[in-house]
């Protein structure tokens, strides 16, 4: 997938129209308890978690690499638009699924 390097877009923070650098949010690495958890954030509030205190269903199973092959070739990429004016930046609500996406001239798988 191939995204400009700079593009022209709306900023919350700002409250108008800004030119916005597009980078890709680092790949966080799997835990060892749930080495293939969809861990996205938007996922996990739609699940009604991220929030709130206690153990949220949360208990013990045996580990997931004893009973799942990993089989996914491509990874969901998260794109972080940073503001040029505030320098603030803010991630796409759903993460794009690509095996590797340029920015600009700069490969990120
Ligand atoms: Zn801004």
Do not use: F
Not at 5 to 25: G, L, N, W
Not at 43 to 71: D, E, F, I, M
């Amino acid at each position: 997938m191939k995204l400009p390097k700079e593009t022209q877009r709306y900023c919350p923070y700002c409250k108008k129209h800004t030119v916005q650098t597009i980078s890709t949010a680092k790949q966080r690495s799997r835990s060892a308890t749930h080495p293939l958890s969809r861990g996205s954030t938007a996922r996990l509030r739609l699940r009604g978690l991220r929030r709130g205190s206690g153990n949220q269903g949360r208990y013990s199973k045996p580990a997931v690499k004893n009973w799942k092959r990993k089989t996914k070739v491509t990874k969901r990429i998260t794109i972080v638009y940073t503001c040029k004016e505030c320098k603030k930046s803010k991630g796409i609500k759903k993460a794009i699924r690509s095996s590797r996406i340029e920015i600009g001239q700069t490969v990120s798988k």
